[in-house]
């Protein structure tokens, strides 16, 4: 794992335990910041990552507080509460 990649993951759990104290805002930014670094180094970012954040508004997603999470058609719907915006991907 490169050191880009391990920040990223640092990152991701740094806007994990932000969006878990409420704090969206701080979540985002920590988020905003693995989007950057994962550009930068052309690393792409983890799955669990892409499918945990708001791909509209940067948010780190927590399903039942900020997210709407169903199963529709063999598909997973997740609906951001913050910005109104929905992801769907591939049920697995
Ligand atoms: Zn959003």
Do not use: W
């Not at 509209?56 to 915006?85: I, K």
């Amino acid at each position: 794992m490169s050191i880009a990649e391990e920040r990223i993951e640092r990152l991701h759990e740094l806007a994990r335990e932000a969006a878990t104290e409420d704090e969206y805002d701080r979540a985002r930014e920590y988020v905003r910041l693995a989007r950057r670094l994962a550009e930068r180094n052309r690393c792409g970012l983890p799955k669990s990552f892409q499918r945990s954040t708001c791909d509209a508004c940067d948010v780190y997603l927590r399903p039942g507080r900020n997210a709407r999470v169903r199963v529709h058609r063999g598909r997973v719907v997740v609906r951001c509460l913050e910005c109104g915006a929905t992801e769907r991907y591939p049920f697995e």
